[in-house]
């Protein structure tokens, strides 16, 4: 395993595996995709929030994000454990038959701590630590069981001070992670559950929760919720662009690109703001034959993919774990020096890529320049690898 410090930012691991739909034999085009050279009719300006639709402060809900929630469970444990469930003390696995019983048994045997968790939550946790007040400027959608662990999730939500509104369903568990921990390694087993079962007709077409999609100003969703319920992105993604609204997304693991690139690229056209690490830029190149692997020109071929809201040029943010963050923005592509760290200093780099949006989302809800932006992203990251997963202290100390 790679030393901590040199690690890839990584997305939360727990959605970073193929989820248990993608099982299924995909059929993977073999054609080529044919990338449109055309300029959009963009503007030079930096992208903005709606001036018109700001308030002197910041709203709630402003900021939606939809993806798959986990329960994140973390405790010490011994050596027997880890041995009963055959885990080795540094690994990332998706749960099978032999580990169902894990969960409970980590419940009852250790102490425990609960964190609201999952790609697209942690960065709409995250954004708003950044912004303190007011309380629930994220709106957060996904799907949970009608168990004991949803409803822990739903209070973890809350201390969060995010608006989570959860389709609760009861064919399957709420989707959890487990983290066994022994002296400083982390055994990581994600059960997806029911992150995989959300349904666009019987949660997000109904009012009450439309007008939350409605009253939002920008846009987030990890590409992994592309295996789970592509027509629900779209739906969120087509208002933001007939609205002149902000939608962003992030590529997220290499095999987005690789076996739901259908998917993706119908969303493409609506993202103003496409997030990703050089692993995940490099397969997206490779998808989309791009014919280049240096990241910089890989960050301007994405920015100049035809896009739906032309008035608006596409932004696309790609971090490069201890290296330099690349952002391009029509023909100009600039890169960001990352917050230096000691090594010894580096707790854990699982979440910092959902950090690194987090802080991007905070200033971008509330229309800072993206300098500000991609300053807000590297600090919370920075943040975060002081810390166990996906936490952080009370009080961000960023301004």
Not at 12 to 31: A, D, H, I, L, M
Not at 367 to 379: D, G, I, M, S, T
Request: hydrophobic share 35%; glycine share 6%.
């Amino acid at each position: 395993m790679a030393s901590k410090q040199q690690r890839t930012r990584k997305r939360t691991f727990q959605e970073e595996e193929k989820p248990e739909v993608s099982t299924k034999k995909t059929k993977v085009s073999t054609r080529k995709t044919k990338v449109s050279t055309r300029k959009p009719k963009v503007s030079t300006e930096t992208p903005e929030v709606p001036t018109e639709k700001l308030q002197d402060k910041l709203s709630p809900n402003s900021l939606f994000g939809m993806g798959n929630p986990l329960l994140d469970i973390s405790a010490v444990v011994d050596k027997d454990f880890l041995d009963k469930y055959t885990l080795k003390p540094n690994d990332q696995i998706l749960a099978e038959d032999k580990h169902k019983a894990l969960f409970d048994e980590l419940v009852k045997k250790f102490t425990v701590e609960y964190h609201a968790g999952g790609a697209t939550q942690n960065s709409i946790k995250i954004a708003q630590w950044m912004i303190q007040e007011p309380h629930n400027v994220g709106t957060y959608m996904g799907c949970i069981g009608k168990d004991k662990f949803g409803q822990i999730l739903k209070e973890k939500a809350k201390e969060a001070n995010i608006d989570a509104h959860y389709y609760e369903q009861d064919e399957e568990p709420t989707g959890t992670c487990a983290a066994c921990i022994t002296g400083d390694n982390r055994s990581l087993v994600a059960n997806l559950a029911a992150a995989n079962c959300y349904k666009k007709d019987k949660h997000l077409d109904l009012e009450e929760n439309w007008k939350l999609v409605e009253k939002a100003e920008v846009y987030y969703i990890a590409g992994f919720f592309l295996t789970v319920s592509v027509e629900s992105i779209l739906k969120v993604a087509k208002h933001a662009s007939e609205n002149n609204k902000l939608f962003c997304l992030n590529l997220s693991a290499p095999f987005i690109c690789q076996f739901f690139k259908d998917n993706l690229m119908q969303v493409m056209p609506y993202v103003d703001v496409l997030f990703g690490n050089e692993t995940e830029a490099a397969a997206f190149a490779e998808a989309l034959d791009f014919e280049t692997k240096d990241i910089k020109e890989i960050a301007k071929k994405a920015q100049a993919l035809t896009k739906d809201n032309g008035d608006r040029g596409r932004i696309v943010v790609l971090t490069q774990g201890k290296d330099e963050t690349v952002m391009a923005l029509s023909d100009k592509v600039d890169t960001f020096p990352v917050l230096k760290i000691d090594p010894k200093d580096i707790v854990d780099t699982i979440g910092a890529g959902d950090a690194f949006v987090g802080g991007f989302l905070s200033e971008l809800v509330q229309n800072k320049p993206l300098e500000q932006c991609v300053k807000a992203a590297n600090y919370a990251a920075n943040v975060i690898i002081r810390h166990a997963g996906c936490t952080f202290p009370e009080k961000p100390d960023f301004s």
